[in-house]
């Protein structure tokens, strides 16, 4: 028994360390997390010295099928192991610009150098956006805090819409299309610069809205001739197709914000940020020196990083809220933008400017800028899930099997430390279930994309991920689903055939322990992954949670409420008395630069002790819904979720699991 407890030895210290030490210590320091990836990748190598020359060596090299799985195996796990140790550098270092931007936005926007502020191009490149995504951004743009004759607002419009034409001209932004569509977005913004001559360009997707200080906190950063664009993190108003469809809107985080608010950050402090489209801004000479933005790849902004990095130029990365926009609405938005990102990051590795060939790029930045994520993870999870069903089913163990012991003194001590890195490095973005699930999720769709775009990387057309009203289509997702009820199917109905010793694949061992543990985690995680292909309605105007005082008056009477929840057509307000009203009457909520919302009564919500809430909806028109744009969509408000609620994410699983039925779009 004591021996037994020895064995756990490697764990426990890995544990200690944590909690003694990397979870007392500031995680945003460099100094700690720096130690803190020191002792994982030390464990890690621990555990790959053991697993090649114990389990993979002694393999008899006889030809044989569990021969070459063990060697295949072993080898998804050196690409596994690669991409850890980018992952650990990069992580290894943290930079906050937060500071520096206040001090540049001092001294940039001091009274006496307002006349020497530089101009700038805002350029919103559009496709096929219908005119509900378009408003919020054209108007955002429009109403940015920098003086009038110092920006424009460019539309380039690649559909030629005479209607869009119109309305750019009654808000006074500049419409531009083009005789065709060559080059898709990047010819699209190389068009633009023909036609504008502001010192910067800050570039907006289609359905991405500038907070009003965009400008004046990122136009002071160009102070450094070296920095050739400045790029700030992608936020959401809406919910993402995973946390709607896990019913998990309230309490788990969009997919995005590992990346965005850890990642980004981590990789500015090695000077190796790159450019992701929308909700940036770059230097207009710098662009132009490299003849603009290149076209070879379907991410424009990614090869654009690395030819400005070819000239010296650096991306930087202000890791604050600065705009607002759609993230994929549905399941086939979700894939058709992924899809985009990950071809395009694998199509640079061919290209003469990409990480391999471009010139005037320093060793570690070729590293770094590997598309060794895009190429590996999906593999890697897929191996993963297809292990203890290969076991099972054929008994050859992805390695040479030598005791359970084994497993907990080497491997067990790797997972714990990878969990707990996880945890401590992104404390609200990570949880090993869902983690885990939305990961198994995308791989069924995402592996052969990797794969054919390592044997045709060129040749499939820029998609333009659907957003807005043109994208009401929710739809079961059978191709994924049906793919991991397969693996669920395959998994259980081998451990249950090895149960009963007739009909076992397996002879008795230590590994068909491990497996059977394994194979459970693995039908864990596909049952909550496959809850993700089956999609919900979502409105297509979402509410922001609100607590602004206001004013009701409703009939002769005036009371003193708070509106709870507010968007472009409605919202909700709470009061603590009650009034006479009944829904489809009508009434007046007066708030902040609003003084008089003529709306009509909804629902009239009576709550036992606690007064009452009224939903209330109206049509806003003119400049009252440009105002109502710019007071909801430009800052004020956010759909943050700022702590992971355990529990909470836990009951709504359960509930999606086993108890909610689809939901109906509000």
């Not at 697993?51 to 050196?78: K, N």
């Not at 010192?199 to 906190?217: M, T, W």
């Not at 030598?402 to 907990?408: K, L, S, V």
């Not at 909470?648 to 509000?666: D, V």
Request: charged share 20%; net charge neutral.
């Amino acid at each position: 028994m004591v021996q037994y407890l020895v064995n756990f030895a490697p764990t426990l210290a890995v544990a200690a360390f944590f909690f003694l030490f990397s979870l007392n210590w500031p995680r945003h320091a460099t100094w700690s997390r720096a130690i803190t990836c020191m002792v994982v990748l030390a464990v890690a190598v621990r555990y790959l010295v053991w697993r090649f020359f114990a389990t993979v060596l002694p393999y008899p090299a006889d030809g044989s099928f569990g021969f070459v799985w063990t060697w295949f195996v072993f080898l998804v796990e050196l690409g596994a192991f690669a991409d850890i140790l980018l992952f650990l550098v990069a992580m290894s270092r943290y930079v906050d610009r937060s500071a520096e931007a206040d001090r540049l936005e001092r001294e940039v926007f001091a009274a006496d150098a307002l006349a020497d502020l530089p101009t700038v191009d805002v350029f919103i490149p559009t496709y096929n956006e219908p005119l509900d995504v378009l408003e919020r951004t054209i108007v955002g743009a429009l109403a940015l805090d920098y003086p009038k004759d110092k920006f424009k607002v460019y539309v380039l419009d690649d559909k030629r819409r005479p209607w869009l034409k119109e309305y750019c001209e009654q808000k006074g932004a500049i419409h531009v299309t083009r005789p065709d569509n060559s080059h898709a977005k990047a010819g699209n913004m190389n068009n633009g610069l023909t036609v504008s001559s502001g010192d910067f360009i800050a570039i907006f997707d289609a359905d991405f809205v500038p907070y009003r200080n965009f400008l004046r906190r990122t136009v002071p950063f160009f102070r450094d001739p070296t920095i050739g664009i400045v790029q700030t993190p992608q936020h959401f108003f809406n919910k993402d197709p995973v946390q709607s469809n896990l019913s998990l809107e309230k309490v788990w985080p969009d997919e995005q914000r590992l990346f965005f608010d850890e990642m980004a950050a981590s990789r500015d402090a090695w000077d190796v940020s790159f450019c992701c489209g929308s909700c940036s801004i770059a230097r207009r000479s710098a662009v132009e020196e490299i003849g603009g933005f290149p076209h070879d790849s379907i991410t424009e902004d990614l090869l654009t990083t690395l030819a400005l990095l070819n000239r010296g130029y650096k991306t930087r990365y202000l890791n604050e809220r600065l705009s607002m926009g759609l993230a994929a609405e549905n399941l086939k938005g979700y894939f058709v933008q992924r899809g985009r990102w990950c071809r395009g990051g694998i199509q640079t590795i061919y290209l003469h400017n990409g990480p391999l060939r471009g010139p005037g790029l320093t060793l570690f930045q070729r590293f770094m800028f590997l598309p060794l994520s895009w190429l590996v993870q999906y593999t890697v999870r897929f191996v993963i899930l297809v292990v203890p069903a290969v076991y099972l089913w054929t008994g050859a163990a992805p390695m040479y099997f030598t005791g359970t012991e084994d497993i907990i003194w080497y491997q067990l001590p790797v997972l714990l430390a990878y969990f707990l890195l996880m945890g401590w490095l992104t404390p609200t973005r990570y949880l090993p279930l869902v983690s885990s699930a939305v990961g198994a999720f995308a791989t069924f769709r995402m592996l052969p994309v990797v794969v054919s775009s390592l044997v045709k990387p060129f040749g499939v057309p820029f998609r333009v991920t659907p957003k807005g009203s043109g994208n009401e289509d929710s739809q079961f997702d059978a191709y994924t689903f049906f793919s991991i009820a397969f693996w669920i199917a395959v998994t259980a109905f081998g451990l249950i055939v090895n149960v009963v010793p007739e009909w076992s694949r397996i002879g008795e061992g230590e590994f068909s322990v491990v497996s059977a543990y394994w194979a459970v985690v693995n039908i864990a995680v596909l049952m909550v992954a496959s809850l993700i292909c089956f999609e919900t309605p979502r409105p297509l105007l979402d509410s922001f949670a609100t607590d602004e005082l206001a004013r009701i008056t409703y009939g002769a009477a005036t009371l003193p409420g708070r509106v709870t929840s507010l968007s472009l057509v409605g919202g909700i307000v709470e009061l603590d008395a009650e009034p006479a009203a009944a829904p489809s009457h009508e009434m007046i909520v007066e708030m902040e630069r609003f003084p008089r919302l003529r709306c009509t009564i909804e629902a009239v919500i009576r709550r036992r002790g606690r007064g009452v809430a009224i939903r209330f909806g109206y049509t806003l028109e003119g400049e009252c819904r440009d105002e109502m744009i710019v007071k909801l969509y430009t800052g004020n408000y956010s759909q943050d979720i700022h702590e992971l609620d355990k529990s909470a994410i836990a009951s709504g699983l359960w509930s999606r699991m086993f108890g909610r039925t689809a939901r109906k779009a509000a």
